[in-house]
């Protein structure tokens, strides 16, 4: 019976490996989803209303990709400051004891 526990642990990481992948792919997916609907959504802007919000029609794929980008960009740094705001509460919190 325990001859077959390292074969479980292959079962279980190959799985795990499995679903990460679907995780990524599904994320992959959704993202394309999602920005190809924000820009179908943009398209019903007039050329005007487009240029108010520093985009073109002839450009608005790449704009939506621009924007998507920088979003991340803000993201990352947000998070990015949480963790030095965390570690400096961490560091004070230790200090004062």
């Given at each position: ?33 999602d920005m190809t ?61």
């Amino acid at each position: 019976m325990l001859n077959h526990l390292p074969h479980m642990k292959t079962c279980a990481a190959v799985l795990g490996q499995l679903f990460h992948r679907h995780a990524q792919a599904c994320e992959a997916r959704l993202e394309e989803r999602d920005m190809t609907v924000i820009t179908a959504t943009l398209m019903r802007l007039s050329e005007r209303q487009l240029n108010r919000i520093g985009m073109s029609r002839r450009t608005l794929a790449l704009d939506v990709d621009d924007l998507a980008t920088r979003a991340d960009r803000e993201r990352q740094i947000c998070r990015e400051v949480l963790e030095i705001v965390k570690c400096g509460e961490s560091r004070r919190a230790i200090a004062d004891d």
